[in-house]
C-alpha cells in the first residue's frame, strides 16, 4: 500500500537539492499552464524567486491593512473645526456685519456727540448688547433656514443645513439659545444709558434711511432665489413680477434714499455736515446705478442677480460706516 506522504513543498525541495547536489525531485501531475506573453516579459524583467512571492505579498496585505487604519475616523479637532464651520455659516456673516455696523456706528456718533462723557467702562458694558443683538440676528436667519431647507437645497446648497453639514437639532439650539439671550438687550441698554433721552436730527435720519433700505432688501431678498422658487411654487413678488422689475423698483427706491439724503443735507445744513453727505451719496446713488446697468447687460443671470444682491449689502454697510462722519 502506498504510504501516504505529501510532496514536498517546491521552495523546501529546491533548497534541499541545493544542499545535497542532488536535483529536485519533479511533483507529478500535469505541467502548469503556459504564462501570458505580457505576464513573461514582466517576469523577464523582474524575475522573483518562488519563496519570496507569498512573503511579499504578507507585506504588501500588512501594508494595505495599516494604510487603511490610518484613514480611520477623522480626529476630535478637524470634528469641532467642522462644526464651527457650520455654525458660522448658519448665522450668515453678511446678516452679521449689518447688525454690528449698525450698533457700532450709533455708539460711536453719541460717543463724538458727547465727549466728555465717556466711560470706557460703559462701553464695554454695551458690548454684551452688541453679542445679543448678533444673537437675535441668529435667531432671524436660523428659523428662515430651518423652514426652507427644501428651497435651500436648489437655491443655497452651500448653507449648513441644506448640505447636511448641520443638523436641524443643532440648528434649533442655536435658534432657541439666540432667542433666549436676546433678553440681555434690555439689560444692557440700562447699563449704557448714561443720558436722557433727546432727540437727535443724525439718528432720526439715519431711522429713516435704515427703514426705506430694509424694504429694499426685503423685496429682493428673493431674487437669488428666483429659481427654486418658480420649482416649489412659491409665490415671491420675484416671481410674480419678474427679476427685472424687482430689480428697477429696488435701485428705484435707493435713487429716492440717495436723493431724499442730499435734500436733508442742504435743508438742514445745522445738523449734517454738507461736504460729507453729498458726495458720498452721490457717489452710491451712481454705484446702484451702475450695478443696475451690469445686471441688465447680463440678461439676469444667476451670478449676475447674486452680485446685485451682494452690492445692495455693501451699500449698506457703507451707509453705517459713513453715519458717525455725517
Not at 464695554?124 to 453679542?131: D, H, I, N, Q, R
Request: with cysteine; aromatic share 12%.
Amino acid at each position: 500500500m502506498a504510504s501516504l506522504v505529501s510532496p514536498p513543498l517546491p521552495c523546501r525541495a529546491a533548497a534541499t537539492a541545493s544542499r545535497s547536489g542532488r536535483p529536485a525531485p519533479r511533483l507529478l501531475g500535469p505541467p502548469p499552464p503556459p504564462a501570458s506573453p505580457l505576464l513573461s516579459s514582466a517576469s523577464a524583467r523582474f524575475p522573483r524567486a518562488p519563496c519570496n512571492a507569498a512573503r511579499w505579498s504578507r507585506r504588501d496585505a500588512v501594508r494595505m491593512c495599516s494604510q487603511a487604519g490610518a484613514a480611520g475616523p477623522a480626529p476630535l479637532s478637524k470634528t469641532l473645526s467642522d462644526l464651527k464651520d457650520s455654525c458660522w455659516r448658519f448665522l450668515r456673516p453678511h446678516t452679521i456685519r449689518g447688525t454690528a455696523l449698525g450698533s457700532i456706528a450709533l455708539v460711536a456718533r453719541a460717543l463724538i456727540e458727547n465727549p466728555q462723557l465717556i466711560n470706557w467702562w460703559l462701553v464695554f458694558k454695551a458690548f454684551y448688547g452688541l453679542v445679543a443683538l448678533i444673537c437675535g440676528n441668529g435667531y432671524i436667519v436660523g428659523i428662515n433656514q430651518i423652514y426652507d431647507i427644501r428651497i435651500d437645497k436648489v437655491n443655497k446648497p452651500y448653507l449648513p443645513i441644506a448640505a447636511g453639514d448641520l443638523s436641524v437639532q443643532t440648528a434649533w439650539l442655536l435658534v432657541v439659545r439666540g432667542f433666549l439671550l436676546n433678553f440681555g438687550v434690555y439689560y444692557a441698554t440700562r447699563a449704557a444709558l448714561g443720558l436722557t433721552f433727546q432727540w437727535s436730527s443724525p439718528v432720526a435720519f439715519i431711522t429713516c434711511f435704515v427703514t426705506l433700505f430694509a424694504l429694499v432688501i426685503a423685496i429682493t431678498k428673493d431674487l437669488p432665489d428666483v429659481e427654486g422658487d418658480r420649482k416649489y411654487q412659491i409665490s415671491t413678488l420675484a416671481t410674480k413680477l419678474g427679476v427685472r422689475n424687482i430689480a428697477f423698483l429696488g435701485s428705484g427706491l435707493l435713487i429716492a434714499n440717495y436723493v431724499a439724503a442730499i435734500a436733508v443735507a442742504f435743508l438742514m445744513p445745522q445738523a449734517f455736515r454738507r461736504t460729507v453727505m453729498v458726495p458720498v451719496h452721490a457717489a452710491l446713488a451712481v454705484g446702484i446705478i451702475f450695478q443696475t446697468w451690469v445686471l441688465e447687460q447680463a440678461k439676469y443671470t444667476k451670478d449676475a442677480i447674486s452680485q446685485y444682491y451682494r452690492f445692495i449689502w455693501n451699500l449698506f454697510y457703507a451707509e453705517y460706516i459713513f453715519f458717525p462722519l455725517i
